[in-house]
């Protein structure tokens, strides 16, 4: 696949080649500003592609930069909003420890990331799109997500952008596309 995007007069992504192929795992790497985001809003569907590449990564999911919660809503109420099996909800919210019942707003930065990361994971998806999602996770956090996407994200697409180098490693990453 071929990425192009311009945003006005600055050109973001300039006839970037991709392959992607389902089932692999891929870490967008290079520094701020280069296009990783901007391509994986492309992927999304959120932007478009300037040129006439044909994008089949089929059903995707995204973990964002910014959290994007209901802060209204609890954890479990925020969960419901794309899985509407209850139990399956209750059983990843305790896998991440995760309170159930509490208002998102009331939780700290870590706490919020990891209901974001678990929204993800519960959306029924084929492709994974990951931006910077281990943000403001400590380290036994950070282990404990990577040890529950490596299990459960057997046989799927994940495409993650990531500034820690430890990601490559913990996720088993099958392919570093450098920008």
Known sequence: MIFTKHFGTKVVLDRKNIEIKRGKKYLLWGKSGIGKTTLIRILAGLESNEEDSIIDVGRVSVVFQEDRLLNSFTAEENLLTVCSDKNK?????KAFDIPRGQRVREFSGGMKRRVAILRALLYEHDTLLMDEPFTGLDDE????????INEREKGKTIIIVS?????????????????
């Open 163 to 179: 500034h820690e180098e430890r990601v490559n490693k913990d996720l088993l990453i099958d392919e570093v596309i450098e920008f």
């Open 89 to 93: 909800v209750r059983e990843y919210l």
């Open 141 to 148: 956090t950070y282990k404990s997500v990577i040890s529950f």
